[in-house]
């Protein structure tokens, strides 16, 4: 890239900057608080019954091998739950079938009380409010943090006000909000293929925070990061959780330790064991699964 294009973009960058910040000054409470700029997709999610998920029996064979044998779990709102579990229980397979990647053979799987999602597809399920992190990164690697990030709102086509300048409002300060969360506002103009391996999953992350979930898919979310990031990441999801509900599945127990209330151990396709994880890791059959392989 020339100069002269790479002072164009800058000058654009301090353009659209701007133009954000002046947008934001507009919102009704000129900030970050007002909520009118925050519908969530599931507005309409029924949660009388204090489950946001809710999985019963669920089972499904790949070839006659059984993944997932009479799964239950279910998940309050607002929770964050963690996923542990020997290589091949079947973690990644149950978020497969909660987003509709995979339909089980038998079972049953709610979003809220009254959405059937395996009634859904894999694209109205992300859009009911179902956001999933893969392990790998996928952002666009050619485009800055916040190109990213605009790209990831303007993707999403939530209920949010058909006025246009409200939705503009809204939208950059949502953009900020999300930045702001995800420790990237000293970056926003970096390349998202020069981050580092860790700043690349909270782009992610954060791009899947402009859709507004509510609940959150994690798949291993810090397996190659470095300590720092590691820590950095739990402070992240700490504070999400409440405000979204998170299922996390990973392996790096110092993570779990940190973030964890509730940690589910998946084995064979189904729950081995759920509870505090001081008590998950004593818990006799647990440290057999864990040990005997
Ligand atoms: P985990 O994420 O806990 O390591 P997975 O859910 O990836 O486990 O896999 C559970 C089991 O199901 C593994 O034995 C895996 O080989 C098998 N499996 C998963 N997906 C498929 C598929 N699409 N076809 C065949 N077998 C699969
Ligand atoms: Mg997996």
Redesign the pocket.
Known sequence: MTPELLEQGAQRMQQRLAALEAARRQTASGGRSSGFSRPKAGDSLDLAHGRILYLEDVSVS??G?K??NNLSLDIAPGELRCII????????????IITGK?RPDSGTVFFGSTIDLLRHTEPQIARLGIGRKFQKPTVFEQLSVFENLELALRMHKGVLSSLRFRRSAAQSERLLEVLETIGLQTSLQRQAGLLSHGQKQWLEIGMLLCQDPQLLLL?EPVAGMTDQETERTAELFLGLKGKHTLMV?EHDMAFIKAISETVTV?CE?SVLAQGPLSQVQADPRVIEVYLGR
């Open positions: 790949f070839d091998f993944a997932i579990g020997p290589n091949g229980a079947g973690k990644t397979t149950m978020m497969d995979t798949d599945v998946l396709g």
